[in-house]
């Protein structure tokens, strides 16, 4: 009984054995054809997939039957002997066959670790886009085939690593950003000290905050405004203007509101309106453009003589402004209520639409008009949001804006 369990075994054992060399076989085979096998696809990396399922199916029957051969020899049976010799030599084989294997995975593996696609052939300068993609092309571009990578606009470069800045290559030092700055990125310029604009452009202005700034060419402009025209990057700071015959040194503000606002009156957080003159222009006290947000000064240049069409009206802080045509405020004088309809081109409410709002406008009230953002009867009380921004002199109720948010500011453009 226990004889022919064994026998019944060592046959089993046989089928399987033989069943698992027709398997190994049969992958043999498929691999040997290069046919395409499988959804892993038809190129490079599909093969290597074979090839290293081929190794592990290999090692199974490798394991298989070293481990079969040990108890086949273990029994002493000279019967045995040399289907034993038949399965050592099935063994070597099998493990020649992995070595072999193992000598073709190692240039495919490596290959396909370093590129992308199906026949892991699919990289820029060793770079697969997949595994590599923000440094790929150096992050500027796509490599669109082998070693080719297809640069983003504004890039250049076998691998896409040199800027350029309006057409020209950050290496042409002498032409980049007009040779007065570094062309650090696409379209990017860093210009040196005292130059502006998008690539650096040639300075017309020259002077800085500590001398007052004036036209590089000796010609002299009129207001704040017409130097932001002749140089659209110029900076805010100090400049002459010579509105007439004699130079002023004034602060322009060249980024608020469009630009080109040059600085006339100031009213200081305490105390009263000085200027009483329906915008007229009239001057009062001591202009000085470096008090522009001094506490306790109050002071309005002369501005009949500087070519202007808007006024800016803010508190110190920026926080609360109205943008007006001057002419809306000059004239139109005379009715006796505060009905009066004007049209605010931009405020601190509606910075980019225009709306209209109801002023004083009395005959023989030049203190007038009262503004703020919204309608005159809007400012009932002593609060944030009910202020106003330019008004009666001695008024006690509505200053608040004016004393708590840094006095009053006004530009003309
Ligand atoms: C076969 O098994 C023996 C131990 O029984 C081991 O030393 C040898 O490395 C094995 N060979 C293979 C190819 O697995
Ligand atoms: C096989 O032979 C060896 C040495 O000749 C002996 O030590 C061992 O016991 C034998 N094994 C069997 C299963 O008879
Ligand atoms: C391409 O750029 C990458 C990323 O910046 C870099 O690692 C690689 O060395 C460059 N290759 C060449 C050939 O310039
Ligand atoms: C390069 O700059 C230009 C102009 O500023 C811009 O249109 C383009 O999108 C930029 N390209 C890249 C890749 O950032
Ligand atoms: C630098 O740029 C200028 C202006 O585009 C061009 O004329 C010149 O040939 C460039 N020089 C070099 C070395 O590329
Ligand atoms: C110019 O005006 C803007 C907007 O009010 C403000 O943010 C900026 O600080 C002013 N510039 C200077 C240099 O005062």
Not at 93 to 101: D, F, G, R, S, Y
Not at 333 to 349: F, P, Q, R
């Amino acid at each position: 009984m226990k004889q022919a369990i064994m026998t019944l075994k060592f046959t089993s054992f046989l089928i399987a054995s033989i069943s698992m060399l027709f398997i190994y076989l049969s992958v043999c085979q498929v691999v040997d054809a290069a046919t395409c096998t499988n959804s892993q696809g038809c190129g490079v990396r599909a093969f290597l997939a074979d090839l290293q399922q081929e190794v592990s199916q290999l090692d199974c029957i490798s394991s298989k039957l070293n481990n079969s051969i040990a108890i086949l020899m273990s029994t002493n049976s000279s019967a045995l002997n040399s289907q034993i010799k038949t399965r050592v030599k099935q063994l070597n084989k099998i493990e020649a066959a992995k070595k072999m294997l193992s000598l073709e995975i190692a240039p495919l593996n490596d290959q396909c670790n370093k590129q992308d696609g199906d026949n892991c052939d699919l990289a820029c300068f060793g770079l697969a886009p997949s595994k590599y993609p923000s440094t790929v092309c150096s992050g500027h571009g796509v490599c669109s085939s082998l070693d080719v990578c297809s640069c983003y606009p504004g890039w250049s470069g076998s691998n896409c690593s040199l800027a350029s800045c309006n057409g020209i290559l950050a290496t042409n030092t002498s032409s980049v950003c007009n040779g007065r700055g570094t062309c650090v990125s696409n379209n990017t310029c860093v210009c040196n000290s005292g130059v502006y604009g998008p690539y650096c452009e040639p300075i017309i202005i020259t002077g800085d905050d500590t001398t007052g700034r004036r036209m590089a060419n000796g010609v002299a402009k009129a207001s704040c405004l017409e130097f932001y025209q002749a140089y659209p990057y110029a900076e805010s700071g100090f400049y002459y203007i010579k509105p007439q015959t004699t130079e002023v040194l004034v602060y322009c503000n060249m980024t608020m509101s469009g630009g080109g606002f040059t600085f006339v009156r100031r009213v200081a957080a305490a105390g009263w309106w000085p200027l009483n003159d329906n915008f007229g222009g009239s001057g009062s006290g001591i202009y000085n453009p470096r008090s522009l947000s001094a506490a306790g000064v109050t002071f309005g240049l002369d501005y009949s003589n500087i070519p202007r069409t808007q006024v800016l009206i803010t508190t110190g802080d920026g926080v609360h402004w109205i943008l007006v045509n001057l002419d809306q405020l000059t004239s139109g004088y005379g009715g006796n209520d505060c009905t009066a309809t004007i049209t605010l081109l931009a405020s601190s409410i509606s910075p980019n639409t225009p709306y209209s709002v109801q002023v004083c406008k009395r005959g023989n009230f030049n203190e007038d008009p009262w503004l703020t953002t919204h309608n005159h009867f809007y400012m009932t009380t002593d609060s944030e949001s009910h202020s106003m921004l330019w008004g009666e002199s001695s008024n006690t109720y509505w200053p608040y804006w004016k004393t708590s948010h840094g006095g009053i500011n006004v530009f003309i453009r």
